[in-house]
């Protein structure tokens, strides 16, 4: 069955730091979304992409951060200078038709 | 803003047993949608939800579709201890793609 593919599962960075999270949506959809979940929480909403652009964005997608299609299968999130807070699983999802979204198995982003 | 809240927010139940766990909004949702999520994983789906009235299962999962559109909730019968886990709803916000997830219901099953 497809699924959804992140890396790294686990990355560690220092404050100040750029790190780009890297995700393999599943190959024929259309739609592709970045959430996140701090340690205990419920997953948030970052950003959704559609058609090589941006469609929506929460108050969390400061202009620390940016998501790119660099080809056909790979889906990125940059952070440009990260924060303390920053800190969270971040969790790539895609879906075909605007609706059901597949996540994939998250990458736990500490930044020290 | 558009909120999603689940109850019970923990469960601890027997094996065999029966669950059920419920989400409730203010303002009505078009979709409504089950994932699963185990500790350190993605959240997993379970059951999309379309219709008003609407009642899925999937295995020993059933989920409905409340009729007023502002609620829906997930049974699991029978439950196993691979049942455990955080089990969230979500929903579109405002009929888009951006999903809204409520904080979650934590199932604990006993052998």
């Known amino acids: 069955e497809p699924e959804v593919t992140q890396t790294p599962s686990h990355q560690v960075t220092q404050m100040g730091q750029e790190v780009i999270l890297r995700c393999v949506p599943i190959?024929?959809?259309?739609?592709f979304y970045w959430y996140r979940q701090i340690l205990g929480q419920k997953v948030e909403f970052l950003v959704s992409?559609?058609?090589?652009?941006?469609?929506?964005k929460s108050e969390i997608f400061d202009d620390q951060f940016s998501v790119e299609r660099p080809d056909g299968s790979n889906f990125t999130l940059k952070i440009r200078s990260t924060k303390l807070e920053d800190s969270a699983m971040y969790f790539c999802?895609?879906?075909?038709?605007?609706?059901?979204?597949?996540f994939g198995p998250g990458t736990r982003l500490t930044v020290l | 803003g558009q909120q999603l809240n689940q109850s019970p927010q923990s469960m601890f139940i027997q094996e065999g047993e029966d669950v059920s766990m419920n989400c409730t909004s203010s303002?009505?949702?078009?979709?409504w949608l089950w994932y699963k999520q185990d500790p350190g994983e993605g959240p997993v789906l379970l059951i999309a939800?379309?219709?008003?009235?609407e009642l899925t299962s999937n295995g020993r999962l059933t989920a409905q579709f409340g009729i007023t559109r502002k609620d829906s909730f997930l049974n699991i019968s029978a439950s196993i201890p691979s049942d455990v886990g955080i089990y969230f709803c979500?929903?579109?916000?405002?009929?888009?793609?951006?999903?809204?997830f409520g904080q979650g219901t934590e199932l604990s099953v006993k052998p």
């Open positions: 999802a895609s879906s075909y038709t605007d609706n059901e979204q597949f």
């Open positions: 190959s024929n959809h259309l739609y």
């Open positions: 992409f559609y058609n090589n652009e941006i469609s929506e």
């Open positions: 303002s009505i949702f078009n979709t």
């Open positions: 939800l379309y219709k008003a009235g």
């Open positions: 979500a929903g579109p916000y405002n009929q888009g793609g951006k999903l809204i």
